[in-house]
């Protein structure tokens, strides 16, 4: 079972996205800001993270940045998602080196698209 | 004026009688105005003011030569010059100044001539002093107030001319003694000289005062307004700036908005989603929850729409332009809208010519703008007809697309299509309980279509139906599009019949088509379309043998897959991109993933989503051939 961390500060949209995750056969770990984030992409190693890009303490682009550039973390394909509809979003969001973007409001199947493509690329264990 | 001039010569001319000209009597200080005669010419200042002066001075200078003969011998022509002097000669000199074309020269030539007067008089009463002193200082005193100095000098070359012609006859004779009254006269005209000169003087003096006051009032003023001009300009900055800061608080509000707005909605719509799959079997919860989730999705609707609207009046809308096939964009369109117009019981019929070629545009606006047509001509529509026609047609002004939107639903009145493309207004407010919907939807379709170098025209009637035609610019080579987009210069219109089944040009060898994908169905495909186009295919399985190959081969033409393991696309551009060998091949990005952005920022010249269109592969592959043939 992949394993998917999602990095969310809104309690709705965290509990609601993980336990949709869930229902479609994810194991699901959770984390409300963009430090923290970067301590579970360490400590939890998973197959893949669903970034919040508008985050406290840290933002997503930053923990994104971070993420990719640690050394064990680096390999780890990062989804960012953003409520913002504008254009630069997903353009900062690919520099820090985001492989995907997705806007909210999420639309799973599209979102479940996403997330296989990637995992589908890493080579498997 | 000239009656008036004689009536003054017989009154013995009183300068208070004779006004210069026709307009306007000269006030004390008014001879700084000229005056017009009636005939339109003007006449010099300088007249009047000589003519003032110069008729009680020659009288005095008359009148004192008269009292000097009167015990002397004398004769006829003496009576007459003295009359001359003292009365003809000051009308006279009036009117051949006022009748000059040039008024001032006439004058100077009048002053002159007064000079040579006192000359003649001068030697005449025998350089009698007093008598001499007074004519020769009053005349040489006006002379410098009128014409300076350089004037002067003439003058006194005339008054010499004077003394010498009146000189040769009386032998130069000189005399001292003189009677008393001529000595009065003298004293009196001299007096009255330096009154007359001194007041001027003065009048001069509070002139130029009086002038520097006002002209100093005047500054006043206009560093007054100049102030307030100031001030407005000042102000009407501000203004600009604060309106310019308040848009840019707009734009950052609505974009926070937007924020705000989508998270509480990715919430209700992710729950209510989650809870339909829960219900299923529960008809009454499952309808409930639908219609919390449609009512989730139209606000979606309504933010996404304000949104467009405000990006495309910030000039942020982009246009992703790419070239594709019409009838497949409306087949596509069809098959969406089509469930939407038949459930209202109406039959949709669709008129589009399978050849009628490509269009390049932005596909997603286009889509767009298609399907929001169609489905207002659903809603407004019950057990009718909704009819798509879809044509080309070669105009004066070049070759568009039409596609038209015909319904025989409610129709409008003219008030109605008035207010129909203006955002949040729909037809009434009736309509919008009635039947739903945004109101954004045509205004955004109107501002798609004039972004694309088309328009959108609307015919409507009420209770008969409506018509809406869009229309977009035909010729793909024509485009002004964003420059990144365009790096293949000119692009060439591709009919795909042209392509299909044409060789290889002559006398050339096979273009070479490097094809690098993991996939080899994809490999597979792409071999077959490419030969069939003329091209000799290459195919690679991975990025660093596609770099090998690239740099063997030396292709035409580049197709990269991204997603592939090891090396992906995006490595492969940017290191074909930087190496100056292989950097000026072109490379058409092949892919699942949406990211047209960034494969034309790394160097694409163009982008396919997966599954590709075979036509408007060709369409690229044909634009390449042609380009480097030539």
Redesign the interface.
């Known amino acids: 079972m992949s394993k998917i961390l999602i990095v969310e500060d809104?309690e709705?949209?965290r509990d609601?996205?993980s336990?949709?995750l869930a229902?479609s056969g994810y194991d699901v770990v959770l984390a409300v800001h963009g430090e923290e984030g970067i301590a579970m992409a360490q400590s939890e190693g998973p197959d893949l993270i669903l970034m919040d890009l508008?985050l406290p303490v840290l933002d997503g682009w930053e923990a994104t940045r971070r993420i990719k550039a640690g050394r064990t973390t680096a390999s780890i394909p990062v989804i960012g998602l953003?409520?913002?509809?504008?254009?630069d979003d997903e353009?900062r969001a690919?520099k820090v080196g985001c492989d995907?973007f997705d806007?909210?409001?999420?639309e799973?199947p599209r979102l479940l698209d996403k997330i296989e493509?990637l995992l589908q690329?890493r080579?498997s264990l | 004026m000239h009656t008036r001039d004689e009536r003054s010569l017989a009154g013995g001319g009183e300068p208070s009688d004779l006004p210069a000209t026709g307009v306007g009597r000269p006030t004390g200080t008014g001879f700084a105005v000229s005056t017009e005669v009636p005939g339109g010419r003007r006449t010099h200042p300088l007249v009047a003011l000589d003519y003032r002066v110069r008729v009680p001075a020659m009288l005095i200078v008359a009148l004192t030569v008269f009292s000097h003969f009167l015990d002397k011998p004398r004769g006829p022509w003496l009576w007459a010059a003295i009359v001359f002097t003292g009365v003809v000669w000051p009308q006279l000199a009036h009117l051949i100044a006022s009748r000059a074309r040039d008024s001032k020269r006439a004058e100077l030539a009048n002053l002159l001539f007064d000079c040579f007067i006192v000359g003649c008089w001068t030697a005449a009463v025998s350089f009698s002093v007093l008598p001499s002193l007074m004519m020769v200082s009053a005349i040489v005193t006006a002379c410098l107030s009128v014409g300076g100095v350089r004037f002067t000098l003439w003058a006194v070359a005339s008054i010499t001319a004077g003394v010498l012609v009146v000189g040769a006859f009386t032998g130069f004779r000189v005399g001292t003694e003189v009677s008393l009254l001529t000595a009065g006269l003298s004293v009196a005209g001299t007096f009255a000289f330096t009154s007359i000169f001194g007041f001027h003087s003065h009048i001069q003096t509070r002139r130029v005062v009086k002038g520097r006051k006002e002209l100093a009032d005047q500054h006043r003023q206009i560093q007054d307004q100049y102030t307030i001009i100031e001030k407005a300009l000042q102000s009407a900055l501000d203004a600009n700036d604060a309106a310019r800061a308040a848009n840019q608080a707009k734009s950052i509000f609505l974009a926070n908005m937007s924020h705000e707005l989508r998270t509480p909605l990715n919430a209700i719509l992710g729950y209510s989603e989650m809870l339909l799959e829960d219900a299923q079997g529960n008809a009454a919860l499952v309808t409930d929850l639908e219609r919390i989730r449609t009512a989730g999705k139209h606000l979606l609707g309504l933010i996404n729409g304000v949104l467009d609207l405000s990006k495309i009046e910030a000039g942020k809308m982009k246009l992703y332009l790419e070239t594709f096939n019409v009838a497949r964009v409306v087949e596509e369109a069809v098959g969406t809208a089509r469930p939407l117009i038949q459930n209202n019981g109406n039959r949709f019929d669709v008129r589009c010519p399978e050849d009628i070629g490509l269009l390049r545009e932005d596909v997603t606006k286009v889509r767009q703008v298609l399907l929001n047509l169609l489905s207002n001509a659903a809603k407004f529509t019950e057990k009718g007809v909704v009819t798509l026609d879809v044509w080309r047609e070669d105009r004066i002004d070049g070759n568009w697309v039409f596609f038209r939107v015909k319904d025989t639903g409610i129709g409008m009145t003219p008030e109605q299509i008035g207010n129909l493309f203006l955002p949040f207004t729909q037809a009434d407010s009736a309509t919008s309980r009635k039947y739903g919907g945004t109101g954004l939807g045509l205004s955004l379709c109107q501002k798609y279509c004039t972004m694309m170098g088309g328009g959108i025209q609307v015919e409507s009637e009420p209770g008969r139906g409506s018509a809406f035609t869009v229309r977009l610019p035909g010729e793909i080579e024509n485009f002004d599009g964003e420059a990144s987009l365009v790096r293949v210069s000119t692009l060439t219109k591709v009919r795909i019949a042209d392509l299909a089944g044409k060789g290889p040009l002559p006398g050339s060898p096979p273009k070479v088509v490097l094809v690098i994908d993991d996939d080899p169905s994809v490999l597979d495909l792409m071999q077959r379309v490419c030969s069939k186009a003329g091209f000799r295919v290459v195919t690679s399985r991975s990025g660093e043998e596609g770099l090998r190959l690239a740099r063997e081969e030396k292709p035409d033409l580049i197709t990269l897959d991204v997603i592939m393991p090891g090396m992906d696309g995006w490595t492969v551009l940017e290191t074909l991109k930087k190496d100056s060998s292989l950097a000026a091949i072109p490379v058409v990005v092949v892919t699942i993933a949406d990211e047209r952005d960034r494969g034309i920022a790394l160097g694409a010249i163009d982008y396919f989503v997966k599954p590709v269109d075979h036509e408007r592969l060709l369409s690229a592959l044909g634009r390449i051939r042609r380009d480097r043939v030539a």
Not at chain 1, 103 to 106: A, G, L, M, V, Y
């Open positions: 809104n709705l949209n609601m996205l336990r949709r229902r508008s953003s409520a913002h509809a504008m254009a353009d690919r995907d806007t909210k409001p999420i799973l493509a690329r080579p």
